[in-house]
């Protein structure tokens, strides 16, 4: 079958940036710290992706998604994070109709959802200070009880909301 690849960007010690990737359907990427995408807490502000392509694994401590960093998920991926954290307008981009798990905490000015003309199904917690901003054609639907206190926004698509709490408190 097609290689499938993964694209992950790391600041590992001493603030040094590098990139880890994760080759074939299902191949698992593993890094025992924190994985920092985009800058952030005083680090450079670099344009990054880390990709997640059809069954890739990839685990972290925690993952950080920063202003000028997008995480892509594309069917059944797997990330295995204590804590995956949205920071000051991360990226969330669906690269097809799938599912995604994990909770997220917001922060700053929060998540930037882009379901790039995909169906997605956000089911996770997302809490937190930050807003969700839902962007560009596509259907993003939010099935859990959501905490963030930020406001919601729809500058593209169609944002779904399962339950009464799906927006919010």
């Known amino acids: 079958g097609a290689c499938r690849k993964a694209q992950a960007s790391l600041r590992g010690p001493r603030g040094r940036w590098s990139s880890g990737s994760v080759y074939g359907a299902g191949a698992p990427w593993t890094k025992n710290g924190d994985r920092y995408g985009g800058g952030g807490g005083g680090g450079a502000r670099v344009t990054e992706l880390l990709r997640m392509p059809h069954g890739s694994v990839v685990s972290a401590a925690t993952t950080h998604v920063w202003t000028s960093c997008t995480l892509e998920v594309g069917v059944n991926p797997t990330l295995t994070t204590a804590t995956l954290r949205f920071d000051n307008g991360g990226t969330l981009r669906t690269i097809a109709n799938t599912t995604f798990t994990n909770d997220a905490t917001l922060t700053g000015t929060g998540v930037v959802i882009d379901s790039d003309g995909f169906t997605s199904t956000l089911s ?46």
């Open 124 to 169: 996770g917690t997302y809490s937190g200070s930050g807003r969700l901003t839902k962007i560009h054609s596509g259907v993003i639907n939010l099935t859990h009880h959501n905490t963030y206190l930020g406001a919601t926004m729809i500058n593209g698509g169609a944002l779904r909301a399962g339950t009464l709490s799906a927006l919010g408190p």
